[in-house]
């Protein structure tokens, strides 16, 4: 996604970009660079939006900024793991995004100790078919917006097993 400032618009599409990020994750700038934040909000009951943030240095994210207008293969798997802690089993996503220029892995963990937060996140997840993917450099700039799928019934099995 390349970002320009037209003379017309009093915001560039960068700027508004921006601000979209900043509105699903106000707590942006606390967060640790090389980590993934996610936010669950509901369009309607029968519309959860699943939204992850992937903030990364410049080693992580080369890829995106060697070339940023490249073309972004994405892939969401997921596995379930034991929590640390000894109550229930976490749910793992893990992203892949090919580039032309290298491949790019994050992971992320929906801790699994609160039953009822889990049974929430499941419910959304058999609900969805993509999530929103943001990718930000250390400063807390928008590099790319992705669209993920989601195939629901390829990781029904490990769902259940939370």
Known sequence: MLFKKTPK?????????QQEMMKLFPSV????INSVAHTLYYKSPAHPVLTFLI???????MPFIIDPVA???TR???YAQPNKYGKGKDLVIRFEFALSEGIAIFETILVGDDPDWMRTYVSALKKMDSFMVWIVDAQRNVLKVLRTNWDYKMHKHILKSL
């Open 29 to 32: 700038h606390s967060l640790p």
């Open 71 to 73: 073309e972004v293969h």
């Open 76 to 78: 969401a798997s997921a």
């Open 9 to 17: 618009d009093s915001l560039s599409e960068q700027e508004k970009v």
């Open 55 to 61: 903030i990364g240095n410049n080693d992580k994210l």
